[in-house]
């Protein structure tokens, strides 16, 4: 079976990326079986009518009313089934959570994400409630699922109020978090991206107003600007990695003054395990290249696991010729929030002085091999330099055994851009062979070329 060119990355816990890319989203099914017909359609619009109509004028006294309640119901439902009224979330900063769960996405961001933080600011008498809007397909998928959830939920058999909800906060993904403030009904108030700011800063976003997220901003950004690699890798337990053989202990100081990678992958992760071998062999060329070059610059590798228990992450890390931190050391998860981590596989480059050069090393990796070392922009302007110069001499079209259909030589600027490729399942950008009749895209040094006469259909 053929493939096109998405991605293959695995979302770490679920944190779907939002503008930062790599996205597993879904278009939600039940939006689309609710909105299938005139009749819906014209029902919907009734809805709407009544959400954004002559409502936008009342005070905060009445918004969640407004948008929660219908002339028949006047409630929510809690983990029990106990009903609430609508009117005592006023005053209250509200998360509206669109999921499912037939979305492996949103049960794991549910789990492992969204009930610790409720249950957090709830112990700490934060001034938050959250209401679950279902895209389940039935009442028992629907029952079983909020059995887990610690806070409110529409009623199931309202699709009214879902469908008008749905369309009012534009959804198009699950699962997604919408934060409402208790006194601000503008619009431009309303956050979107609550999943993205609660994976990027745990119950620190909240109250989720744009004067806080702006102090945690400037925060992050600090913290960015004065990282080193002793304050990123050590912690006042620990002041060293793990090699082998046996796990010797590799004092960090000792690594200052390198260039950096920082693996963040996993022994479930199928892409990581599939880029693992490849990224063995660039790193082995990249250090018998500097050898060879005798100017002092080194190059390391320190493996950041995900994984879920020590057989694995030792199984995984055996195979591996660089370091390691401990496996369960906090530092795995203060460095996958520290970086914004969304996805695995991802490599972190560092530099000689410890600070962020990019987050992309798979892709430079996949593109440039060894010549991507030391990863710096301006590396990489020269190697795209080259490429350009190369992709003059390769043919306008191919044939390649793994399609049946013509493939055109295409850049970001001729109808390309980033992709997936589907030979050999990794990332690229630039210059790629793709099919403009399906989408099946591969790096130029993927394509096996074909004469027609000999064309394989796959």
């Not at 060119?5 to 890319?21: E, I, K, M, Q, S």
Request: include cysteine.
């Amino acid at each position: 079976m053929e493939k096109s060119g998405r991605g293959t990355d695995v979302p770490l816990f679920a944190c779907l990326p939002g503008r930062h890319g790599g996205s597993v989203r879904v278009k939600r099914r039940e939006v689309m079986m609710l909105m299938s017909s005139e009749e819906n359609t014209r029902k919907l619009q009734a809805s709407q009518d009544e959400v954004n109509g002559d409502h936008s004028q009342k005070i905060s006294s009445s918004r969640f009313s407004s948008l929660l309640a219908t002339k028949d119901r006047d409630y929510l439902l809690s983990q029990d089934g106990t009903q609430v009224k609508v009117s005592d979330l006023e005053g209250k900063v509200l998360g509206l959570y669109f999921s499912s769960k037939w979305h492996v996405p949103c049960r794991s961001f549910t789990n492992r994400v969204l009930v610790g933080a409720y249950e957090h600011l709830k112990s700490n008498g934060s001034n938050f409630e959250i209401v679950f809007i279902s895209s389940d397909e039935d009442l028992d998928a629907f029952n079983n699922y909020r059995a887990n959830m610690p806070w409110l939920s529409i009623p199931f058999a309202d699709l009214e109020t879902k469908k008008a909800l749905n369309s009012k906060f534009n959804i198009e993904a699950i699962p997604c978090l919408i934060i409402l403030q208790p006194k601000d009904n503008k619009y431009g108030a309303t956050l979107h991206d609550g999943i993205e700011l609660l994976c990027r800063f745990g119950v620190r976003a909240f109250p989720f107003t744009e004067e806080w997220l702006e102090k945690l901003e400037m925060e992050e950004k600090e913290k960015h600007e004065s990282q080193t690699l002793v304050n990123l890798l050590t912690n006042h337990d620990r002041d060293y990695l793990l090699g082998h053989p046996a796990m010797k202990q590799v004092p960090v100081a000792s690594m200052v003054g390198k260039t950096i990678g920082l693996y963040f992958s996993a022994q479930w992760c199928l892409p990581g395990v599939k880029f693992t071998p490849k990224l063995i062999s660039i790193y082995q060329k990249i250090k018998q290249v500097l050898v060879h070059k005798g100017n002092g610059d080194d190059f390391e590798i320190v493996f950041v696991s995900s994984d879920r228990d020590q057989a694995a992450f030792d199984s995984y890390f055996n195979g591996m010729p660089w370091l390691t931190l401990p496996f369960r050391d906090p530092a795995n998860k203060i460095l996958a929030k520290h970086f914004d981590v969304k996805c695995i596989p991802l490599l972190v480059i560092l530099g000689p002085d410890g600070k962020t050069v990019t987050k992309h090393g798979r892709n430079l990796i996949n593109l440039y091999k060894e010549n991507a070392y030391p990863f710096t922009e301006a590396q990489v302007d020269l190697l795209k330099m080259q490429m350009d110069e190369e992709a003059k001499r390769l043919p306008k079209s191919k044939f390649h055994a793994g399609h049946r259909h013509e493939l055109g030589l295409v850049s970001e600027g001729t109808g390309g851009g980033p992709f997936i490729c589907c030979d050999c399942d990794e990332q690229g950008s630039g210059w790629a062979y793709l099919c403009l009749e399906c989408g099946y895209e591969v790096h130029t040094q993927c394509v096996r070329a074909e004469d027609r006469g000999s064309m394989v259909e796959s």
